[in-house]
């Protein structure tokens, strides 16, 4: 019912920059919260950024507070993530998802951040 699609993906030396888009199905990005997540091999995936679907309240985890920022365009069904500065460790794979009530439920298939040092 909502499908997801990540884009924008790949290598970048550390202090680039890189956007992250994600498409989706009609009326998804405005009616759903919409998060960043990001996953590297053995470890959990782990929250990197939000924003709410009725004033764009935006959340970030620490680690990439003031690096990165989430947006979304309603017109376009699209959520992005602007990377900015980034970090060898920022590498992984990131992941788009949209959360209706509690939980977040529907997931894209993930794109590849390379960061070399």
């Known amino acids: 019912q909502v499908q997801l699609v990540e884009s924008g993906g790949g290598l970048v030396q550390a202090g680039g920059s890189l956007r992250l888009s994600c498409t989706t199905s009609v009326r998804t990005v405005s009616s759903y919260d919409m998060g960043w997540f990001r996953q590297t091999p053995g470890k959990e995936r782990d929250f990197v950024a939000d924003?709410?679907?009725?004033?764009?309240?935006?959340r970030y985890s620490d680690s990439v507070k003031g690096r990165f920022t989430i947006s979304r365009d309603n017109a376009k069904n699209t959520v992005y993530l602007q990377m900015n500065s980034l970090k060898p460790e920022d590498t992984a794979v990131y992941y788009c998802a949209a959360k209706y009530l509690f939980n977040y439920d529907y997931w894209g298939q993930g794109t590849q951040v390379t960061v070399s040092s």
């Open positions: 924003i709410s679907r009725g004033d764009d309240r935006t």
